[in-house]
């Protein structure tokens, strides 16, 4: 069928490539968001975690020369 010619056909695949295109920047999209998340949340975890052991660090050092 070539009824329309190579610029239909040019048009048509330019069509479906922008729509599939759409739909990966939409995946990407979401995706971008988990991660974003994920990482905040690691760090913030990660922060907390050094935090308490600083934390538990000083205590002991302080017990160690109140047993001086």
Known sequence: MI???AAAGQATD???NSAVNVGVAAFNIDNLGIKAVVKKTGKETASAILEDYKIREKQEKQLKKEDK
């Open 14 to 16: 330019n069509a479906v």
């Open 3 to 5: 009824r329309y010619g």
